[in-house]
Structure formats: C-alpha cells, structure tokens
C-alpha cells in the first residue's frame, strides 16, 4: 500500500509538472512564455510543484485512514492545505501559483485515499474516477455555504470571495461541491480523443476548457465581456480543424493576443492538471507521455 501511495501522489505532482511544460499555451506560464503573468515564470511554477510534494501523499493517507462521513474530512484536509500553501508561498517569494489547485488536490487526493479503502486496483476505470469525484462532492458538500457567508462584513476580501459577491461564481468551491463537472466533461473529452498523441490532446484539451469553464481568472482580470470573448474564440478555434502544426502555430498567436491582454485562463490550466492525474489513474497516458 506505501508504494501504491507512493505512485498515486507522484501522478499528482507529476500532473502539474505535466500542465505547465504544456506549450504553447495561450496566456499562460509555458516553457516559452509567461503569458500574461508579470510576477512568475517556468522557474516559479517548478519550485512551486517542489514545495507541495510532501502533501499530496499526506492528502492521500488522511483520506485513507479516516474513518466516519466524508465531510468530516474536509476540515483535517484544509489544514493541511493551509501548511502547503504555506510552503509554496516561501518557495515562490509570496506569489500565489498554485493555490487553486493545491486546494483542488487536497479534495480529489483525500477523496482517493477513500477510494481506496474499498478498492486498491490500478488502474482505475471510469467508474472509480466517477466515485471519487462523487466523493469529493460530498467532502466539500457545505464549503461555499460557510466559506461565503457574512461576506459583507468582511474587511479583507480574497480574489474568489469578491467574484461571489459581484457575480455570484463560486469558483473550485463551487466546482468541489458540485462534483467537478467540468472535470467530468473533461474526462469524457480525454477518452474519446485517444487517437492523439497527448501534447496535441492536451492542448486541445485546454481549447476546450476555456470554450466551457466560468474561469475566475478570467472574471478577476476582465471581467464577464472578457470571458465571453475567450469562450468564443477559444470555441472557433476548435472548429477550424487545424491540423497540429496549424494549432500550434495559432495557439502562440493567440498567447501573444491574450498577453496583449493580460487575460490568462489560469482556471482551465488547474483543472486540465486535474484531468492529467485521473488520465494517470486511468491509463488514458503515462507519465513518460507514452500512450499505453
């Protein structure tokens, strides 16, 4: 079981490590580019990746040893996520890189560990991955009711507690409590393409994300005009049938548009690192990025 904990927590490393070599990538930090990001580049993302391995195996075990309701898991899960952000913030001089998706793998990486408690084969099938994301719904079943009450007396208020107030989107919480269906549309995208090799698949992937998701990267930094435009154009180009070389030629000239900008679809990358892992779990692809 150490081992098996071993390999699942280093998918999830290995998933962001995975998103953010992703390249070209329209607005975002890639091995070329930093997107639209002033602050951080590739560098930062992968000390970021560094400082968070300890906990996703510590995810991994709460979940498989707690015993009781999933929701009383959640709390010994934030806390442990408190001490990770922690992490990454020293390890990235105080920019925030992560922290939605260190949120979103606590969830999924505690939700797994209880997976495991009645089923230990791998790889998983789409059936597991469904459990799990069930389970996560449960752990987080009343996070955006507590997390987002009293909002208006608050004085300080985070990126994703303004966007409630202003749009009411709840953002990864929303997403958690909900089951992630996003990441289950995702999901269904990765195993009807497998004809593609992964890094085309992937950034097609990303395309798709960014036609669909209410990125709250994208509400912070533009706005509901601004998500609307990259959701059509995100859309278009998905339709246009390019070939590899063609999408990849346009995805740098849509980084550059985006960068122009400042618009970065930092919600759809979290989430594609999230259907990265389960594609792991899956067997979809490795890590080597070999198809399997």
């Known amino acids: 079981m150490d081992e098996q904990l071993l390999t699942i927590s280093n998918y999830a490393e290995t998933a962001l490590y995975e998103e953010v070599a992703l390249s070209p990538k329209p607005g975002l930090v890639d091995r070329f580019s930093n997107g639209a990001h002033r602050d951080m580049d ?50 990235t001089k105080g920019i925030n890189t992560h922290k939605g998706a260190n949120f979103s793998f606590a ?18 099938t789409a059936k597991d991955t469904q459990k799990i994301l069930s389970l996560s719904q449960d752990i987080t079943q009343d996070i955006v009711a507590k997390d987002f009450q009293q909002l208006t007396t608050k004085q300080h208020l985070s990126y994703g507690e303004e966007l409630y107030l202003k749009y009411q989107i709840s953002g990864i919480r929303g997403e958690a409590a909900n089951g992630y269906p996003a990441l289950q549309k995702l999901m269904c995208f990765l195993r009807k393409h ?6 085309e698949l992937l ?35 998905q339709k246009s049938r390019l070939s590899y070389v063609q999408l990849v030629k346009k995805l740098k000239e849509y980084d550059q548009q985006l960068t122009t900008r400042y618009l ?3 919600g759809s990358a979290d989430l594609l690192s999230l259907g990265i892992y389960f594609s792991f779990l899956e067997k979809l692809f490795s890590p080597s990025g070999k198809k399997v």
Do not use: C, W
């Open 203 to 237: 950034l097609r992937a990303l395309l798709y994300l960014m036609s669909e998701v209410e990125d709250s990267n994208i509400l912070h930094r533009g706005g509901r005009d601004a998500l609307k435009e990259i959701k059509k154009e995100s859309l278009d180009l």
């Open 42 to 91: 590739f560098q930062t993302f992968l000390a970021s990746i560094q400082s968070l391995r300890p906990f996703f195996k510590e995810y991994l075990y709460l979940g498989l040893t707690h015993r009781g309701q999933p929701s009383s898991l959640f709390d010994s899960l934030r806390e442990t996520g408190k001490m990770a952000e922690t992490a990454m913030l020293k390890a």
């Open 107 to 124: 969830v999924l990486l505690g939700a797994t560990g209880l997976h495991l408690q009645s089923n230990t084969h791998l790889p998983f």
């Open 194 to 199: 497998q004809e593609l090799r992964q890094e």
């Open 264 to 266: 970065s679809p930092g």
